[in-house]
């Protein structure tokens, strides 16, 4: 009795152990993907960075003349054209400043008026012997003295009507007004920090961003066959905003971190663009014809080789490729051929010669489900 129980019980983990080999092997079957099939066309080669949305003009206007204001001619938010009336400042004390400094150069002008008659009455008496030459020359610095006081008279009226002018404020540029900084009522003062009004440039505007010095190269070359296109997209950089073209490099690089700064510009028609907006943008730079083209998502690295699971006969085989450049979702790779099928999921379960199952493929950005049977 005894040695049948240890018979027994010896037999029944070498039974278990098999059915468990058993059915290891059953659940060993073709890995499911995904694939993609590798094409040829045009690769555009971008150089793609972080920047800043910046006005083509920025005017900060402070009051040149102290007083109080009387009046604000615009909106908030308003667009403006170069001359728009803005703001009034009261201009009487100017005015009466004014008409004072014209009221002495009238007199001043009636003392030189005179003062050139009594030299003409004198250079026909000298003309007689009449009277003594000292006389004569007295009167002639006399009247120079007059129109010395005359145009120091003119300058100060000219002075007093620019001070009268600059109480009434327009827009230098045409632009968009920014949030009211001032009420009617305040009182300004001349040459103050604190603005009266901003306005900005913004259609047509700029964006400023910045590219490593290697770049500088490429981006100099692809500049002299004409302007390059310049997009930008929004902080996620999922949604395109506008498509401009580069206007200027800044003369000088950056040491302190090794770039240099671009500007772009963009007619900004749909106001899409706002001043010191963050975005990401797009420089093409050139275009590369005949290459070879996969998702940039059925490309793997390791720490020795970059490599694609290249599907054939229902097999996964590793291939190492050299990556290009990419445009987008696609990357250019060399190591593949026009029309080879690559994985483009499942890689945690894919090993060198695994068998696949197909059941969905990728062409570019069409996806066609395909009803194979294992």
């Known amino acids: 009795m005894g040695l049948a129980f240890f018979l027994v019980w010896r037999h029944k983990p070498a039974v278990s152990a098999e059915a468990a080999a058993g059915g290891g092997r059953r ?27 910046t006005p083509t003009y920025t005017a900060t206007i402070n009051s040149q003349v102290s007083g109080q204001v009387v009046a604000v001619h615009y909106r908030e938010g308003q667009t403006v054209r170069k ?4 703001l009034d400042i009261d ?9 004072t400094a014209l009221g002495t150069l009238a ?12 030299l003409q009455r004198y250079q026909a008496a000298w003309a ?4 003594a030459k000292q006389q004569l020359d007295d009167q002639v610095k006399l009247v120079e003295q ?13 002075s007093d009507q620019v001070q009268l002018a600059f109480c009434h404020i327009t827009s230098p540029i045409a632009g968009r007004v920014g949030l009211r900084l001032v009420d009617p009522g305040n009182i300004v003062t001349a040459n103050s920090s604190t603005p009266l009004v901003i306005v900005t440039q913004v259609q047509p505007i700029t964006v400023v961003f910045t590219i490593p ?3 500088l190269p490429q981006v100099q070359s692809a500049m002299k066959h004409g302007a390059l296109v310049t997009t930008v997209f929004d902080r996620s950089n999922e949604h395109r905003l506008a498509i401009g073209k580069l206007l200027s490099l800044d003369n000088q690089i950056d040491t302190t971190t090794g770039t240099i700064k671009l500007r772009a510009v963009f007619d900004n028609r749909d106001m899409a663009l706002y001043p010191n907006q963050f975005v990401n943008t797009r420089l093409l730079t050139t275009v ?15 720490a020795q080789q970059t490599f694609v699971y290249r599907i054939a006969d229902s097999q996964a085989t590793i291939v190492q490729v050299k990556v290009g450049n990419a445009d987008g979702p696609m990357t250019a790779v060399q190591g593949l051929k026009e029309g080879d099928q690559v994985a483009d999921s499942s890689f945690e379960k894919l090993q060198n010669h695994s068998k696949v199952h197909v059941v969905k493929q990728k062409l570019g950005s069409a996806d066609t489900e395909e009803s194979s049977t294992p």
């Open 107 to 118: 007199r001043d002008r009636g003392v030189l008026g005179q003062a050139t008659m009594d």
């Open 146 to 158: 007059d129109q010395g006081l005359v145009k120091a008279d003119e300058g100060t009226v000219e």
């Open 213 to 215: 010095e290697d770049a």
């Open 83 to 86: 001359g728009t009336p803005l």
């Open 27 to 53: 659940n060993q079957g073709p890995v499911t993907i995904n694939v993609a099939t590798a094409g040829r066309g045009q690769m555009a080669v971008n150089l793609d960075a972080i920047g800043t949305v």
């Open 128 to 131: 007689r012997n009449a009277i």
């Open 91 to 99: 201009s009487r004390p100017y005015q009466a400043t004014l008409d």
């Open 288 to 302: 590369l014809q005949n290459q070879i083209m996969v998702p940039s998502s059925t490309i793997q690295r390791n």
